[in-house]
């Protein structure tokens, strides 16, 4: 068993950054991938970034250039640095690992972020 914790969310105005912060416990030797998926009002959640145990990274096209994903492997802690944010950008955010032996997902309970104009 994994959990997540996160925070960081909050309101911002277009233009203004944020940084999400997810820590896990538990079972953290399993852990393979960490990352964020976000889910606006009305629509899918979607992926945002992750980042392997080996350091490759993945980034949805809409964030590309805006967003950073890192990890503390000393803290069990995975990061989302969120520059330039845009209304698009609202929703909730929540941190996700897949773990493997055995394999499974976990989420995190959400974080909100406003990008208000």
């Known amino acids: 068993q994994v959990q997540l914790v996160e925070s960081g969310g909050g309101l911002v105005q277009t233009g203004g950054s944020l940084t999400l912060s997810c820590t896990a416990s538990g079972s953290i030797s399993s852990i393979h991938i960490m990352g964020w998926y976000r889910q606006a009002p009305g629509k899918q959640r979607e992926m945002v970034a992750i980042?392997?145990?080996?350091?490759?990274?993945n980034y949805a096209d809409s964030v590309k250039g805006r967003f950073t994903i890192s990890r503390d492997s000393a803290k069990n802690t995975v990061y989302l640095l969120m520059n330039s944010l845009k209304a698009e950008d609202t929703g909730d955010y929540f941190c996700?690992?897949?773990?493997?032996?055995?394999?499974?997902?976990?989420w995190g309970q959400g974080t909100q972020v406003t990008v208000s104009s």
């Open positions: 996700y690992v897949f773990s493997v032996l055995p394999s499974r997902n976990y």
């Open positions: 980042i392997l145990n080996s350091g490759g990274r």
